[in-house]
């Protein structure tokens, strides 16, 4: 099984970035495969990536995710092709339609027919790194702009079109999108008893486009840490699940919220959420049961967290995504490398 790091968070405001940057140089001296940045309101994702480029030497670092509301598909794939070169082809593009809070919030782009939009997106930047000329037919993305002075033009960068394009995706129809038109699945909120509410998705989309799913990468986010004290694994990540179940996105739309509930858990996801977004956060956290934690974390005893990724490895995932844990680059250094440890052993 494949290892990622993924750098900071969606809300990352760069306080400790020297010591992340001496992580991910650490990360890449003990053969983690993947280094992912992501962005939302806090750092964008490709500035930090290019900083860590002549830092690196085999770690293939990613945007996990780009925004595609921020940035148009012809200027993605020109950072792609840029980055491509930088990073000596180690650069992997991630991209996904964020949410109606951001997009619509903080980009004023709107968030109507994300899939019908992320077709489309991943359509044009095909186009671009493959050195074909960019054109797009719409409805979402015309090109050239019809009416005016604007010509089909070709990037003037060499093409790649082997740049690998994962897509960070949580509904069924984007799973299914997934599988189709990409290179590997970001994927967030998934529980491995319940991989039925995903890998056939995937495994559709793969099987409409003449693949298997032996074609795509399949990674997934892991909260992981090992400790015998399980009760206080747990109470360390309550708070977490309930900001994930109750903060991360609208009362309205919380993709996170939805996929959890789809994985059995609608009836403690929508308690939580309704408390959390009344106001009541130490609610909405005692409300998270302690079983729910333990199935989306990868936290416990050493053969806790063992069985837990060989479970996740049997069910068809191929990479492991982990967050630094500890304070200090230190700290997080050796967590990093105990972290590395624990995945090898248990699926070697």
């Not at 962005?39 to 930090?48: C, H, K, L």
């Not at 993605?76 to 991209?95: E, K, P, S, V, Y």
């Not at 604007?150 to 790649?160: D, F, H, N, Q």
Request: proline share 5%; glycine share 10%.
């Amino acid at each position: 099984m494949k290892i990622g790091l993924s750098i900071g968070s969606a809300y990352y405001d760069g306080a400790d970035w020297e010591d992340m940057v001496e992580v991910v140089r650490a990360a890449d001296r003990i053969g983690v495969d993947f280094a992912w940045t992501a962005e939302a309101w806090g750092m964008e994702t490709i500035a930090p990536l290019a900083y860590l480029a002549p830092l690196t030497q085999q770690i293939r670092l990613g945007t996990g995710i780009m925004q595609i509301s921020a940035r148009t598909p012809a200027m993605a794939a020109m950072t792609a092709l840029t980055m491509a070169r930088l990073t000596n082809d180690r650069f992997c593009l991630g991209l996904g339609v964020s949410g109606p809070q951001v997009v619509e919030g903080l980009h004023g782009e709107s968030f109507d027919k994300p899939l019908a939009r992320m077709r489309e997106y991943i359509s044009v930047v095909r186009k671009a790194i493959s050195g074909e000329r960019v054109t797009g037919i719409g409805p979402h993305y015309v090109l050239p702009r019809p009416g005016g002075e604007g010509k089909a033009l070709r990037l003037s960068m060499p093409p790649k079109p082997d740049i690998p394009i994962y897509l960070a995706t949580l509904g069924p129809k984007m799973l299914e999108l997934t599988g189709e038109v990409a290179n590997g699945w970001l994927g967030t909120s998934f529980m491995t008893n319940a991989a039925g509410q995903v890998i056939p998705h995937l495994r559709a989309g793969a099987q409409r486009s003449g693949r298997s799913l032996d074609d795509l990468d399949l990674q997934i986010n892991a909260t992981l840490e090992v400790g015998d004290d399980v009760d206080a694994l747990i109470a360390k990540y309550r708070p977490v699940a309930a900001f994930t179940l109750g903060a991360m996105g609208s009362a309205k739309t919380n993709f996170y919220n939805a996929a959890y509930s789809r994985a059995g858990w609608a009836d403690m996801a929508h308690k939580v959420q309704s408390l959390w977004v009344a106001g009541d956060k130490p609610g909405a956290i005692a409300a998270v049961d302690d079983e729910f934690v333990l199935a989306a974390m990868f936290i416990g005893t050493d053969e806790m967290v063992a069985d837990r990724i060989r479970a996740t490895a049997a069910v068809g995932i191929t990479t492991l995504r982990v967050a630094p844990v500890g304070r200090g680059a230190k700290a997080q250094i050796d967590n990093l490398e105990r972290t590395v440890s624990a995945i090898q052993s248990a699926t070697t």
